[in-house]
């Protein structure tokens, strides 16, 4: 099977690149049977590159350590369910893991408009093959995974201790279905472009791609910040770090393109934003691939420098260029319908929220890009570390976030004073409550406080636009308050999806504001000895040693420090940390050791501890923080997928009795959003 499998990758080569000849000059001479080819060639890419990837998983399971791949990143006794994940722990293999996702995608894509499109489906399977070919050629000639050794080590070295946990094995996968999911409506927007259909129809068919796209790299990003918080020992979970950055800017985009969607699909305005959007989309996930597998950056979850960067350089600077004449040259098909009637409507709304997305996206890549610039220029890399990307993007997320709560209240084309005084009564109210609220408790952070009360006036506008819909449906059909709701849900899923959407935004900045107030504490403990501290919340904390054990446990051997914990006299538990050694089957280190951090976990705060070394014998340095309100950082963001999710979902067809109640919504209460989104 190894062996069907080396070979299968080249045949993938030959099918993509089949793909993309037939369907280009099919589209171009009008010929039907080598559109229909193209597309037959695009299935038949999947199905060889999902044999490429069958045979490298067999290699995997089956320990043969005459690949380079096999033996670089598993070892004999490396647990089944990493084997598995160690699919795409290096770069050959997570290169194949793309391909297959991608040729998949492409799949389905062609295969769900084989009845529409037809006109720009031919360009749109043509892309998909030129992407598929370069990420194919790139692996065989760049990064093949089947690359054998001159001579078979007896074990392999094993996988990196960092990326042996839950979060690494789902964290990946997540975040390549949605990247990769970016390359369709990329294609879509070429062939719109190519064929000078630029009209709605073309959104139509890339709004659920851009939905899955943004749906799996919300999931993927909270994910890492779930493996970094819990793996690498430094008691956050979003540090700037260029590989977090280059999934963290598509993300922005395709939030963007949710947002302005709508605009196109109800007066036909923001045509340029929204191809721009899902072109710049796709690219960013270019560059940032370029990042991460270049060598030009250092970090703990960035692939080693290889000719693989270089590839990828030329394949951005080619589709930027191509895609650039593209949208220039059809700037007249793409002239807005209507105009902007007042800054101070719905559609000025959502151009304001464009605008601040971007503004981040600016931002954060400058920041990422600038310490290869300078490299590039001075011969001197300048780091640009998290206080210039807070400083900037702080005051941008706080307008977001303001203008999360602002969009559905205003009216479409021209909101009324007397509109104005009504939508907005309740939603600053609550946020003034809020506010004082918290101010009379003693909150006098400025961050923490403006944070707050932004939160409790979107909050607001969830809560009002949520009553006034389930009331309606209530007066008219008569129905129980829960029943009401989920019907209200269900029957408007891109608008209330999307409110849910706002209410995980609404939480992950409750739960940002909360670590201005983190503390810590640094001791070094014998056995029995004991450390206080106190918290944020004014709580007395007793720390006491349990000493230092040490033992065998699997692929690794670890030593560990507990605590017993007590908070204002009551027993919370106990409280381990630990150092691993991991090692092969020979009993040989592998890795430098590394740190696995204890965590005592609650809604209200986490105390986070980690074993930074032993002394002596008995005796432990341990460092311990009170990070509040981390807890919310994951429920938010399952709130946000759970909304999207809602979105995505297929509406249902709304009974012939509703149609009333449809028809009495009024236009300036229609979907706050097209989909997801900050």
Same mark, same amino acid.
């Given at each position: 099977?190894?062996?069907?499998?080396?070979?299968?990758?080249?045949?993938?080569?030959?099918?993509?690149?089949? *793909?993309?000849?037939?369907?280009?000059?099919?589209?171009?001479?009008?010929?039907?049977?080598?559109?229909?080819?193209?597309?037959?060639?695009?299935?038949?890419?999947?199905?060889?590159?999902?044999?490429?990837?069958?045979?490298?998983?067999?290699?995997?399971?089956?320990?043969?350590?005459?690949?380079?791949?096999?033996?670089?990143?598993?070892?004999?006794?490396?647990?089944?369910?990493?084997? &598995?994940?160690?699919?795409?722990? =290096?770069?050959?293999?997570?290169?194949?893991?793309?391909?297959?996702?991608?040729?998949?995608?492409?799949?389905?894509?062609?295969?769900?408009?084989?009845?529409?499109?037809?006109?720009?489906?031919?360009?749109?399977?043509?892309?998909?093959?030129?992407?598929?070919?370069?990420?194919?050629?790139?692996?065989?000639?760049?990064?093949?995974?089947?690359?054998?050794?001159?001579?078979?080590?007896?074990?392999?070295?094993?996988?990196?201790?960092?990326?042996?946990?839950?979060?690494?094995?789902?964290?990946?996968?997540?975040?390549?279905?949605?990247? +990769?999911?970016?390359?369709?409506?990329?294609?879509?927007?070429?062939?719109?472009?190519?064929?000078?259909?630029?009209?709605?129809?073309?959104?139509?068919?890339?709004?659920?791609?851009?939905?899955?796209?943004?749906? $799996?790299?919300?999931?993927?990003?909270? %994910?890492?910040?779930?493996?970094?918080?819990?793996?690498?020992?430094?008691?956050?979970?979003?540090?700037?770090?260029? +590989?977090?950055?280059?999934?963290?800017?598509?993300?922005?985009?395709?939030?963007?393109?949710?947002?302005?969607?709508?605009?196109?699909?109800?007066?036909?305005?923001?045509?340029?934003?929204?191809?721009?959007?899902?072109?710049?989309?796709?690219?960013?996930?270019?560059?940032?691939?370029?990042?991460? #597998?270049? =060598?030009?950056?250092?970090?703990? !979850?960035?692939?080693?420098?290889?000719?693989?960067?270089?590839?990828?350089?030329?394949?951005? /600077?080619?589709?930027?260029?191509?895609?650039?004449?593209?949208?220039?040259?059809?700037?007249?098909?793409?002239?807005?319908?209507?105009?902007?009637?007042?800054? +101070?409507?719905?559609?000025?709304? &959502?151009?304001?929220?464009?605008?601040?997305?971007?503004?981040?996206?600016?931002?954060? %890549?400058?920041?990422?890009?600038?310490?290869?610039?300078?490299?590039?220029?001075?011969?001197?890399?300048?780091?640009?570390?998290?206080?210039?990307?807070?400083?900037?993007?702080?005051?941008?997320?706080?307008?977001?976030?303001?203008?999360?709560?602002?969009?559905? %209240?205003?009216?479409?084309?021209?909101?009324?004073?007397?509109?104005?005084?009504?939508? &907005?009564?309740?939603? +600053?109210?609550?946020?003034?409550?809020?506010?004082?609220?918290?101010?009379?408790?003693?909150?006098?952070?400025?961050?923490?406080?403006?944070?707050?009360?932004?939160?409790?006036?979107?909050?607001?506008?969830?809560?009002?636009?949520?009553?006034?819909? /389930?009331?309606?449906?209530?007066?008219?059909?008569? @129905?129980?308050?829960?029943?009401?709701?989920? #019907?209200?849900?269900?029957?408007?899923?891109? #608008?209330?999806?999307?409110?849910?959407?706002?209410?995980?935004?609404?939480?992950? $900045?409750?739960?940002?504001?909360?670590?201005?107030?983190?503390?810590?504490?640094?001791?070094?403990?014998?056995?029995?000895?004991?450390?206080?501290?106190?918290?944020?919340?004014? !709580?007395?904390?007793?720390?006491?040693?349990?000493?230092?054990?040490? $033992?065998?446990?699997?692929?690794?051997?670890?030593?560990?420090?507990?605590?017993?914990?007590?908070?204002?006299?009551?027993?919370?538990?106990?409280?381990?940390?630990?150092?691993?050694? !991991?090692?092969?089957?020979?009993?040989?280190?592998?890795?430098?050791?590394?740190?696995?951090?204890?965590?005592?976990?609650?809604?209200?705060?986490?105390?986070?501890?980690? $074993? *930074?070394?032993?002394?002596?014998?008995?005796?432990?340095?341990?460092?311990?923080?009170?990070?509040?309100?981390?807890?919310?950082?994951?429920?938010?963001?399952?709130?946000?997928?759970?909304?999207?999710?809602?979105?995505?979902?297929?509406?249902?067809?709304?009974?012939?009795? @509703?149609?009333?109640?449809?028809?009495?919504?009024?236009?300036? #209460?229609?979907?706050?959003?097209?989909?997801?989104?900050?």
């Amino acid at each position: 099977m190894i062996l069907v499998g080396e070979l299968s990758l080249w045949v993938a080569l030959l099918m993509a690149a089949w *793909t993309t000849t037939v369907s280009f000059s099919g589209g171009l001479q009008g010929r039907l049977d080598l559109v229909k080819s193209g597309e037959r060639a695009m299935y038949a890419t999947f199905g060889f590159t999902l044999l490429a990837s069958i045979g490298l998983w067999v290699a995997l399971f089956t320990h043969d350590f005459s690949l380079k791949f096999v033996a670089s990143f598993t070892s004999a006794n490396l647990p089944k369910a990493y084997t &598995f994940t160690a699919f795409w722990a =290096g770069q050959a293999g997570s290169m194949l893991f793309w391909a297959l996702i991608l040729t998949l995608y492409a799949a389905i894509a062609v295969f769900a408009n084989r009845h529409s499109n037809r006109a720009m489906m031919p360009y749109v399977t043509g892309t998909l093959g030129v992407v598929s070919l370069f990420f194919l050629m790139t692996m065989a000639f760049g990064a093949n995974p089947y690359e054998r050794l001159d001579w078979v080590p007896p074990d392999g070295r094993g996988m990196n201790p960092q990326l042996q946990n839950p979060g690494m094995a789902a964290h990946p996968p997540m975040l390549y279905l949605g990247l +990769v999911a970016t390359a369709v409506p990329f294609a879509f927007a070429v062939g719109a472009l190519i064929t000078r259909q630029l009209d709605a129809q073309w959104l139509g068919a890339v709004r659920r791609w851009a939905l899955l796209s943004w749906f $799996f790299l919300t999931i993927g990003i909270v %994910l890492g910040m779930w493996w970094a918080y819990v793996e690498l020992g430094w008691a956050g979970y979003w540090a700037w770090d260029a +590989v977090e950055n280059s999934s963290f800017l598509p993300w922005l985009t395709i939030t963007a393109f949710l947002h302005s969607i709508m605009i196109q699909e109800k007066r036909g305005m923001l045509r340029k934003w929204n191809v721009t959007l899902v072109v710049l989309s796709f690219l960013l996930t270019i560059l940032g691939t370029f990042i991460t #597998r270049s =060598g030009v950056i250092e970090s703990v !979850h960035a692939f080693a420098q290889s000719p693989v960067g270089n590839w990828f350089l030329g394949f951005l /600077i080619v589709a930027t260029a191509l895609t650039a004449y593209l949208v220039s040259t059809r700037l007249n098909d793409l002239q807005a319908k209507a105009e902007l009637e007042s800054m +101070v409507s719905r559609e000025a709304a &959502f151009l304001y929220n464009n605008l601040v997305l971007i503004g981040i996206c600016f931002a954060t %890549l400058w920041g990422t890009l600038f310490p290869i610039l300078s490299e590039w220029v001075k011969g001197d890399k300048i780091t640009v570390g998290p206080p210039f990307f807070n400083a900037v993007n702080g005051p941008l997320g706080l307008l977001l976030l303001a203008l999360t709560g602002i969009g559905p %209240l205003i009216a479409w084309r021209r909101a009324s004073v007397s509109n104005l005084q009504r939508q &907005f009564t309740w939603p +600053v109210a609550a946020g003034g409550a809020v506010f004082g609220g918290l101010f009379a408790l003693g909150m006098r952070d400025a961050y923490a406080l403006i944070s707050y009360l932004l939160a409790g006036f979107v909050f607001g506008t969830i809560i009002q636009e949520f009553v006034k819909g /389930i009331g309606a449906r209530r007066r008219m059909y008569r @129905e129980g308050l829960v029943s009401a709701s989920l #019907r209200l849900v269900a029957r408007n899923r891109r #608008r209330y999806g999307g409110y849910i959407v706002h209410f995980g935004v609404v939480v992950l $900045f409750c739960a940002f504001a909360g670590l201005m107030f983190k503390k810590d504490i640094t001791a070094t403990l014998k056995t029995g000895e004991s450390v206080k501290a106190t918290d944020a919340y004014g !709580h007395e904390w007793v720390f006491t040693s349990q000493g230092l054990s040490s $033992f065998e446990q699997l692929n690794r051997k670890v030593l560990a420090v507990t605590l017993d914990v007590t908070r204002d006299g009551q027993r919370m538990g106990l409280l381990s940390s630990e150092k691993r050694q !991991h090692v092969n089957s020979q009993g040989e280190p592998t890795f430098e050791p590394s740190t696995e951090v204890g965590i005592l976990e609650s809604p209200k705060q986490d105390v986070y501890m980690v $074993f *930074t070394g032993a002394i002596d014998r008995d005796t432990a340095a341990i460092h311990i923080n009170f990070n509040p309100l981390v807890w919310w950082v994951w429920f938010g963001g399952i709130v946000m997928a759970f909304g999207g999710l809602i979105v995505m979902w297929p509406q249902a067809q709304r009974a012939e009795r @509703e149609s009333g109640y449809v028809a009495q919504i009024p236009m300036g #209460r229609e979907s706050a959003m097209a989909g997801a989104g900050a």
